[in-house]
């Protein structure tokens, strides 16, 4: 029911993380940045396992007033997609941002546009998309349920650690998800932290997930914290 994002792995070369990551679960969402970019899909063809591509974000804006940043961001997107199509996987994004409160209506036009060539490229490639709720970061999109609206019914994926930094999670839970990422925290940072070290309790997580019939990858920043937090899943 769980999987493992390669983000406990950041350090590992990506052949190595996905030799240790494929003896523990049947799904891998693979981080598509440092180490671990993905500059050739038949890597991941080596593996039985399912898969799942957090496409690059560090960098990305694809609701970026500035035409040239939006446009090559979702260049980037398309990118990912084109590699997702050839293992058959679906794709995360992130939903972008803008710097100052009075671009807010800008940059919910540029992100109108990108939404477009997004469906666009990813349905000549008949691959899926989810966008990903953010943190407590201000002037990031997608923090809150009612923001869902400007994703236009487009998959969502629901990351509970950054929710419950937003103080939303309850609000979440009953929204329609189809992938999540699970991680702790105590209300404070970003922490990714093992299941059970912070402050969020996840019977309802887990019962929201199950209800949804959603797939889900553990998303904590150590390999010891992989294996506590699937322990801690499972016993729920």
Request: glycine share 8%.
């Amino acid at each position: 029911m769980f999987g493992v994002s390669s983000y406990c792995l950041m350090d590992q070369p990506l052949s190595r993380a996905l030799d240790t990551l494929a003896e523990i679960t049947g799904l891998i969402e693979v981080m598509d940045e440092g180490l671990h970019a993905i500059t050739d899909p038949g890597i991941l063809e080596n593996y039985s396992q399912d898969f799942v591509i957090h496409a690059p974000f560090h960098g990305m804006n694809i609701a970026s007033v500035f035409e040239s940043i939006r446009r090559a961001s979702v260049g980037i997107m398309a990118d990912c997609f084109a590699v997702a199509a050839e293992i058959g996987a679906p794709v995360v994004i992130h939903p972008g941002y803008y710097a100052w409160a009075q671009e807010q209506e800008e940059a919910d036009r540029q992100f109108r546009k990108s939404l477009a060539e997004l469906r666009a490229a990813a349905g000549e490639l008949s691959v899926t998309f989810y966008f990903e709720n953010m943190g407590d970061m201000h002037f990031f999109n997608l923090r809150t349920p009612e923001d869902l609206r400007l994703i236009d019914g487009n998959a969502f994926v629901l990351d509970v650690g950054h929710a419950h930094l937003n103080g939303r999670l309850p609000g979440f839970l009953k929204t329609g998800f189809s992938h999540m990422h699970i991680h702790d925290n105590k209300g404070e940072r970003d922490s990714h932290d093992a299941v059970g070290t912070g402050t969020i309790d996840f019977v309802p997580v887990v019962a929201a997930l199950r209800h949804n019939k959603a797939t889900s990858v553990v998303e904590v920043r150590s390999f010891a914290g992989v294996i506590s937090s699937l322990a801690a899943l499972e016993s729920l």
